[in-house]
């Protein structure tokens, strides 16, 4: 029997400690990084970098989920590998991401003009491909849940698919509210022909993402957005561009979140969702999500926190197998739908 308040406060340490460890292997990383002297080659040339994982690494699976929300235009995924446009500090360039299994790495092949960038951007891929999870610690919480169970043993070493850039993802999430994901694809790709910077740089790039300052007056209605969302693009990009919001350097996650879920037309789905993503929350859960209620048969969004107690504080990885076992009984033909769904607000149908 459980001390009341002793619970949470075990539950606040054991995410307190995957934290300081994703951390910690985060800073070992960028040692070794350092070792690579990646600076001493030619500033116009590719630069080519092995970036280690621990094994195992669906690399299958993100490249499904990234290939299934790639911004046209801005992003590509095509024969095993990922793509995509960049700036940064007012330079600008890309980078591709691809498997080298047999070593245990990913191979990134980057062209940028800065090398003193280098070791952000790197910081910024190692985040967005999930490198520094430690899948031995993830996989006991979820390996008890009689749903993932299943799943985890057929398709071990599943990440959370991070971000390039948080404003990004941020936009990207609100473009999703309430339609299919390749109805936002679709938005979001309009975003970038229309209001972001021509870039023409290797096969399928063609434009930068917006900055911030480039939506904040933006008529996002010439696209065909609908007037709710373009008003909440605008306003998560007026506070970005005043400093109210920021993806950089977060230390209180609650305190990002209730700001974030401050600006109209942002509600706890997408806020739990840019935290899953945007700043590598490992226990971030949007418990809100049909697609989550729906692969569980659960009613409520109570209910699906209730079940999801157990996935402390991993629970970000458990909502990715459970996507996973939605799109894979879709792609079969089979029914999602559960038994009861009761009333809730709904911000979105699909990650």
């Known amino acids: 029997m459980e001390i009341p308040g002793v619970s949470e406060s075990r539950r606040k340490l ?32 590719d630069r080519y970098i092995r970036l280690r994982f621990r094994p195992p690494y669906h690399w299958e699976g993100m490249l499904a989920f990234l290939s299934a ?7 590509v995924v095509e024969f095993g590998t990922y793509r995509r446009s960049i700036s940064l500090n007012g330079r600008h360039g890309y980078f591709e991401v691809s498997l080298d299994e047999a070593n245990t790495t990913l191979v990134v092949r980057l062209q940028f003009g800065d090398p003193g960038s280098l070791f952000l951007i790197i910081e910024r891929i190692r985040n967005m491909f999930d490198l520094s999870a430690d899948w031995s610690a993830i996989v006991g919480s979820l390996r008890a849940d009689p749903i993932l169970v299943g799943r985890v043993e057929a398709a071990p070493g599943l990440r959370v698919p991070g971000c390039w850039d948080g404003f990004e993802l941020a936009t990207r999430a609100i473009l999703g509210q309430q339609i299919t994901v390749k109805g936002a694809t ?24 917006p900055p911030p300052a480039a939506l904040v007056d933006a008529n996002l209605a010439s696209i065909g957005l609908p007037k709710v969302r373009a008003e909440t693009i605008r306003a998560l990009a007026h506070a970005v561009c005043d400093g109210r919001i920021r993806f950089e350097g977060i230390v209180d996650c609650d305190a990002f979140l209730a700001s974030l879920c401050e600006i109209p037309g ?10 899953m993503r945007a700043l590598r929350e490992p226990d971030a859960f949007p418990s809100g999500d049909l697609g989550l209620l729906r692969t569980l048969g659960l009613g409520t969004s109570g209910e699906l926190e209730r079940r999801a107690e157990a996935w402390r504080p991993w629970r970000a990885y458990a909502a990715m197998y ?10 079969r033909g089979g029914q999602l739908v559960p038994h009861r769904i009761k009333s809730a607000v709904v911000e979105r149908t699909s990650p």
């Not at 400690?17 to 990646?38: G, M, P, W, Y």
């Not at 459970?322 to 792609?331: D, G, K, T, Y």
């Open 322 to 331: 459970l996507w996973n076992i939605a799109s894979e009984r879709r792609a």
């Open 186 to 209: 679709t938005l979001a790709g309009r975003i970038a022909r229309t209001f972001g910077q021509p870039f023409a740089i290797a096969s399928g790039l063609t434009h930068l993402f």
């Open 69 to 75: 929300r790639a911004t046209p235009g801005v992003e």
């Open 266 to 275: 942002i509600g706890k789905w997408t806020a739990q969702y840019v935290a």
């Open 14 to 45: 054991r995410s307190r400690i995957a934290l300081r460890n994703l951390a910690r292997t985060q800073s070992e990383n960028v040692q070794l990084l350092a070792k690579d002297r990646l600076s001493s080659l030619p500033r116009d040339m």
